[in-house]
């Protein structure tokens, strides 16, 4: 079962009912892994020699030094697995004031995420769609070759007055 | 919440920037149960994240919508960790929770959509504090 934090346990509170018992549960989205050293070792020791160096470690700079935190130019397991919290400020030292009951919400327009299971399976080149004749859908599919690709949709926080309550919940997967 | 208000209070989960990135000065992930995530520094890599956010919690009934990379809607709101809003039909702030995680309360927000559809408060047992 996936282990969740805090903040996501609550947003599972806010989501409708588990299905009926029947009804098998949804497969995880996401292999289990391990440890944090077999996430980073994975992607950037190249040589697989069991140590990442600064060089291997192609994320920006102001990361690698969250991460070599004895500043020797490389991290091991050791290192990472031993990392604990570390007690700096927040990242960015803006002051940030929330918005008062009874004041208007700050507007905003933001790009909708779309749940990959679904979209549509895209298809190897050439391979058609079952059930489509290429001859007689020859057209429509030049008009969809060179039709523009679709904008992504958005949603503002505006195309619900007059209309009703929006709830609003931030968060992220950490 | 969703199931039982999603007909008369739209619900937006709004992605923003990560709480605990391992790559962060609070790191979580892998041994203590937590998602294992590199901080993005792309809006493209956010975007990732989110769905596997939406994938892993099974969120697809809500939608889901996703901050730029310069985290403003976050900031604007003083979202980061996270944090609960309702915003009434004229666009007013019509509850502001606290931040995130140890004033982030889903009981609160449902006592505020209960008042604004005119329901009866629910009662519910008062929290014990901490010591």
Not at chain 1, 127 to 154: L, V
């Amino acid at each position: 079962m996936l282990d969740l934090t805090p903040a996501a346990l609550a947003l599972l509170a806010l989501l409708p009912l588990a299905p009926v018992a029947d009804e098998p549960p949804p497969p995880p989205a996401e292999p289990p892994q391990a440890t944090v050293w077999e996430f980073l070792v994975d992607k950037y020791d190249a040589n697989e020699d069991g140590r990442i160096t600064k060089k291997e470690y192609t994320g920006i700079s102001e990361r690698w030094k969250l991460l070599d935190l004895d500043g020797n130019g490389w991290i091991d397991e050791e290192e990472v697995e031993s990392r604990g919290r570390v007690a700096k400020p927040r990242p960015d030292k803006k002051k940030v004031t929330a918005p008062k009951v009874g004041r208007k919400a700050p507007t905003f327009e933001l790009e909708v995420v779309t749940d990959p299971a679904h979209l549509p399976e895209e298809r190897p080149d050439g391979e058609e769609e079952p059930g489509k004749d290429p001859k007689k859908d020859g057209k429509d599919a030049k008009d969809a070759k060179d039709a523009k690709p679709k904008e992504p949709e958005t949603i503002a926080l505006a195309d619900f007055r007059g209309k009703r309550p929006v709830a609003l919940i931030f968060g992220s997967y950490t | 919440m969703h199931a039982t208000y999603g007909d008369e209070v739209e619900f937006l989960m709004v992605y923003i920037r990560e709480a605990h990135a391992l790559d962060s000065p609070w790191p979580m992930g892998g041994k203590d149960g937590a998602p294992i995530v590199e901080d993005p520094v792309t809006y493209g890599e956010r975007k990732d994240v989110a769905q596997r956010c939406m994938q892993a919690l099974d969120m697809s009934p809500m939608t889901m919508l996703i901050d730029g990379i310069d985290n403003e809607v976050g900031d604007t709101y003083a979202a980061w960790p996270d944090r609960l809003y309702l915003v009434d039909e004229k666009g007013k702030v019509a509850y502001a929770g606290g931040p995130g995680p140890y004033a982030f309360e889903p009981d609160e927000l449902e006592d505020a959509i209960r008042a604004k559809l005119d329901l009866e408060p629910i009662q519910r047992k008062p929290k014990k504090k901490g010591k």
